[in-house]
């Protein structure tokens, strides 16, 4: 009986394992742009990630200058996705 219990939490266990490298498989990481390196985003290159992102919204929102496109993913904490 015991045994059988065992069997069936690494069953379990492994099904978790395949549905989180499936996960990040899937993660949009490889077609996010970068941060450009330009006048615009230089001055982020040097300050905490925290702060920059403050920065951002006032150029990249419905009435900046860049719009985000309107399929963008959940837009907190733009540098997670967005590498330097
Ligand atoms: C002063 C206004 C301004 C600010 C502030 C700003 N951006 Fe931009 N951003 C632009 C402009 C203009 C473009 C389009 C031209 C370009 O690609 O450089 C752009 C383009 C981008 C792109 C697209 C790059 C590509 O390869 O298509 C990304 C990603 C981006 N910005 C992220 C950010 C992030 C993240 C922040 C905050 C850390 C930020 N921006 C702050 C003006 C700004
Ligand atoms: C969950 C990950 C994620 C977060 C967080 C995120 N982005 Fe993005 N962003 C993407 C992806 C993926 C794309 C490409 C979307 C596409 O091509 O349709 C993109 C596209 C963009 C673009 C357009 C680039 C182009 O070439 O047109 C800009 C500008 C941008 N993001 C800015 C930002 C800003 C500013 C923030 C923070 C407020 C932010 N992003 C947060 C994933 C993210």
């Known amino acids: 009986m015991k045994k059988k219990k065992t069997l069936l939490y ?3 266990f492994l099904a978790f394992c395949g549905g989180m490298i499936l996960f990040l ?3 949009p990481e490889e077609t996010t742009p970068f941060l450009p390196h ?3 985003h230089e ?3 040097g300050i905490g990630k925290k702060e920059a992102e403050k920065l951002c919204v006032p150029c990249h929102s419905p009435e900046g200058i ?3 496109p309107a ?3 959940p837009k907190y904490r733009c540098l997670f996705c967005h590498k330097r």
């Open 10 to 12: 690494n069953i379990i």
């Open 25 to 27: 498989w899937n993660a």
């Open 38 to 40: 330009d006048p615009d």
């Open 43 to 45: 001055i982020f290159f």
């Open 66 to 68: 860049v719009p985000l």
């Open 71 to 73: 399929d963008h993913p």
